[in-house]
């Protein structure tokens, strides 16, 4: 079976200091992944999306970018965090998005920047 | 612009009792909808979904109506357990986009 694996669970970073999520999914081939940010009380906001090794698409203009190396690692990075980085991010897969089969989320990382 | 509303930030139900979580959408180009399931610190979770073709579909004690003309999708959980309390996200997109649109979701309470 599929699995997701997104580290780490929390973390509390000093504003200008440098970002790195990782994300790895497990038991399945070329998949789409993705990065979303849920803010306080709000829905998932789509950051990026990725398709295959080094396709990125950004979403939204920010602070933050995304690499994919290899076929299921994706990381979220950023040089600077801002304060208005903070919040619960949330990497997901899943297969050919052109069909019917949702998004699988793994289990987010809280970032707090101090 | 946010394409999927969920108007209910909350909702306390009786352990037993059903549960109706409602969803509006806009975006006359969804033809697929999603309920996802989270508890505090973890990633949501799938539960259920219906493509346009259908106006209902069931899975155990869940069952998703799609209302296509009036652009709104309900979930009921019947009956509502403790292990029900989480946050339900709904969510949409158009089979030709990979984008999911979320709504902001609502709180789900059962009591004993």
């Known amino acids: 079976s599929q699995t997701i694996h997104q580290w780490p669970a929390t973390l509390v970073q000093p504003v200008g200091s440098p970002l790195s999520l990782e994300c790895t999914v497990e038991?399945?081939?070329?998949?789409?992944l993705y990065w979303y940010r849920q803010a306080a009380g709000r829905g998932l906001q789509l950051l990026f999306y990725?398709?295959?090794?080094?396709?990125i698409s950004s979403e939204v203009p920010q602070n933050l970018s995304a690499s994919r190396p290899q076929d299921r690692q994706f990381i979220l990075s950023s040089k600077k965090l801002l304060l208005s980085d903070s919040g619960f991010y949330l990497c997901?897969?899943?297969?050919?998005?052109?069909?019917?089969?949702?998004?699988?989320f793994g289990d987010g990382t809280r970032l707090s920047i101090l | 612009d946010q394409q999927v509303k969920q108007n209910s930030p909350s909702l306390s139900v009786q352990e037993g009792r059903i549960s109706i979580l409602n969803c509006d959408y806009t975006?006359?180009?969804?033809?697929?909808f999603l309920w996802y399931k989270k508890y505090p610190a973890e990633g949501p979770t799938f539960l259920i979904s219906?493509?346009?073709?259908?106006d209902k579909n069931e899975d155990g004690r869940f069952t998703v109506f799609l209302n296509k003309s009036a652009k709104h999708l309900s979930l009921h959980i019947v009956p509502s357990q403790p292990g029900d309390s989480a946050v339900y996200f709904c969510?949409?997109?158009?089979?030709?986009?990979?984008?999911?649109?979320f709504g902001a979701g609502t709180t789900v309470t059962v009591r004993a």
């Open positions: 975006n006359s180009m969804f033809d697929y």
């Open positions: 990725s398709v295959g090794i080094g396709q």
């Open positions: 969510a949409a997109r158009s089979s030709n986009d990979y984008k999911l649109s």
């Open positions: 038991g399945t081939s070329n998949p789409n």
């Open positions: 997901a897969w899943s297969v050919v998005w052109g069909h019917n089969q949702p998004q699988h």
């Open positions: 219906i493509s346009s073709i259908k």
